[in-house]
């Protein structure tokens, strides 16, 4: 009656009672006694009543059994019901008790035990729903994703309900396979199964996986339509899929319409805008959030330096170093991680190796971070010593970690180290990953063994625009015929040509043999819009037409750009001028630079500085030449710039010696 009524505190208490009276409970009160137990999850009053069935005898019973099964599974006592388990006659199992100790496992961590149980459990009783949901969860915990997908075919209706969908979209997810993820969802709606929260923030993830914008407005508009699009699990996740697709004043609206912002939601704003870059953004979140009395966590810290990832933001990036210590985070292993990541891409070597060796724990992205920022900085046999010791310490390298070694071999052009990381690619099951078998494609290319190249290429089940460009980097220097071709294989495979891919183009079309062709590949970049605002193109397009000697057309692109602010581009016309042996026209162009307001950076201080000293020595000594009060006030300039401390490392020597030349 208590037991029915959902009163099982007092079922315990009627329990000793009867005990305590002389009373005899048979296997029945047993049973029931025992499920209270194990719903309560009190195993100390149950460890009592088993004790009990023992003195009487009934701890073979099929009741008992399955009722203690079910009460240690429950309590997480997994190697008491598993022993009872599997002592057990399979007439005596039932499905409630099974399914408590699959249940018991997956929640451990421990899916093979599961499956091992629900294998023995096919052999004597039909599962239920919740026995093949939580099968399907084990399957996924173990990666077994082809076995998930048979077993969850052989579930009828109605057992196929959201939540084994959900187990489906989720595993999928989580497991990188987002287009899956995405199928199943779509099969879901077309059975007529109604999301549920869980259901639209894993198939949210998914598609933010795939930055699959298009699916990403259906899954909001369905969130809208059931009243979920402001609750803070499918709030995060939009604004997280918003952001994937760069779409940040979407993910700010629907940031703006949660009205009880937890953590979580904080932290996915502040994701989205610091993976694009967006700094500035970053720290008015960051601020937002602190006058709002959220306390920040690891995850808000990891998001904030990974935006400070570069050599413009690296103070504010070294303060939040100060503040991560304070509030006691440096022993966390992510926070550590994004520390090493941030120092390393900007360049500060010195502080990313200070900080990777103060690391008591290291991962696969503490190492990944410190080796791709010694290859990035082209500190190639850093890079090696520390992938070496990586492998001593035992760590497996993945294809992060191989990319960036192959990259280094590419740098020194060293094929004998490329081919033993080729092979030990091919040991590791990466050889045809997409990550690894760019980098393949890209050593083999540095290293002009394009046969070798073309063959991984060829091997690969798919390609993307990075293998593609790779390859057309190898060619474009000595087939540019076969490098135009794969430019044409790149769209008709529906992929999108880079500014990369189009860079590699124009660079190999410098000097006047073949900049009618670069000229034909101008016209394709700005027929596709690519060269607004792209400095990377810009630069490259400059260079072909100053290799080529072709002044005038480089004059009407620079006229052309939309940003003149762009010391980039204005260094890049005055050096084609200085290599074309036209300083004076150098000079002109750099004070019209000043007279723009635009700053000089490192590059024009060198670039100018050689044609003040071309001119000087073209002077022969004439104080009365043009040039010669130009060249003085230029170096006045620079000379400021120095004093100012931007170009101390540059050497003040330099400018002196000129000053005495102009003097002589």
Known sequence: MYSNRGLLESVLHCYASFINSGHLPDESIFSITLSVCA??????????????VIKRGFEFTSFCQGALIHLYA?????SSARTIFDSTPLSHLDTVSCTALISGYVQVGLPEEALHVF?????TCYPDQVAFITVLNAYMASGKLDDACQLFEQMQMPTCNVVAWNVMISGHAKRGHYKEAVAFYRQMRKNGIKSSRSTLASVLSAIAGLAALDHGLLVHAEAIKQGFDSSIYVGSSLINMYGKCEMLDAAQRVFDAISQKNMVVWNAMLGAYAQNGYLSNVMDLFFDMTSHGIEPDEFTYTSILSSCACFEFLEIGSKLHSTIVKKRFTTNLCVNNALVDMYAKAGALKEARKQFEHMKHRDNISWNAIIVGYVQEEEEIDAFNLFRKMNLHGIVPDEVS???ILSACGNLKVLGAGLQFHCLSIKLGLETNLFAGSSLIDMYSKCQAIENAHKIYSSMPEWSVVSMNALIAGYALKNMKEAIH???DMQILGLTP???????????????PMVILGMQIHCAIVKRGLLCGSEFLGTSL?????DSQRIADAKILFSEFSDLRSAVLWTALISGHTQNECNDEALNLYREMRDNNVLPDQATFVTVLRACALLSSLRDGDKSHSSSDEILHVLKHLTALMIDNRFQEYGISQIAILFAFCDA
């Open 486 to 488: 794969l430019l044409h």
């Open 39 to 52: 719903k309560l999850e009190n195993v100390e009053f149950g460890r009592l009543v088993h004790c009990c």
């Open 542 to 546: 400059l260079g072909m037409y100053m």
């Open 498 to 512: 880079s500014e990369i891919t189009f860079a590699t183009l124009v660079d190999a079309c410098k000097g006047p």
């Open 402 to 404: 191989l990319a960036s």
């Open 119 to 123: 294998d023995k459990m096919r052999n």
């Open 74 to 78: 429950k309590c997480n006592f997994l």
